[in-house]
């Protein structure tokens, strides 16, 4: 039997499943991080923004897609918009998802969460004082050494 050659827009739409919040769950064995993918070529691209260009139009230079149903594996154009990072922390911020970041006293690397050891990100995000530092040190020694 040939192979039949789908649109791009035909392989979008023959892999979702509707969920009750009307969301286009995409592919549910491609997803990498909380995003499905789509190979295109021998590429893979995030499926929600090939999806907002199929469907939409193209992304606008330096923006980035936000979700209103807040779920990254949805590639239902209705539920994405165009945005920069901070729209994306604000909504995350009035969503009270930030919430789960700000929890725990310690970081990942087991430091606590102190006034002293603790750093307010402006999206609002806590970082630990001494990763952060470490991060920055081991950055400036990579420079050097060009």
């Known amino acids: 039997m ?6 791009i827009k035909e392989r979008l739409l023959k892999d979702i499943i509707i969920d009750d919040n009307d969301c286009w769950l995409f592919k549910p064995d491609k997803v990498h ?5 789509i190979s295109i070529g021998r590429k ?5 923004r090939v999806s907002y260009e199929v469907f ?3 992304i606008p230079e330096g923006k980035i897609l936000l979700h209103s149903c807040d779920n990254g594996r949805c590639i239902n154009p209705a539920h994405l918009k165009p945005g ?3 729209d994306n922390m604000d909504d995350c911020k ?12 310690h970081c990942k690397h087991g430091h606590e969460f102190t006034p002293e050891n603790t750093y307010i990100r402006p999206e609002g995000f806590r970082q630990c004082r001494k ?13 050097k050494r060009l």
């Open 94 to 105: 009035a969503k009270g998802r930030m919430n789960k970041h700000n929890a725990g006293t």
């Open 44 to 48: 893979m691209h995030s499926a929600h």
């Open 131 to 143: 990763c952060r530092n470490a991060a920055s040190t081991k950055a400036h020694q990579g420079k």
């Open 33 to 37: 991080g909380r995003y499905s993918q």
């Open 2 to 7: 040939p192979k039949l050659n789908l649109t």
């Open 84 to 86: 920069t990072q901070k």
């Open 56 to 58: 939409v139009a193209p």
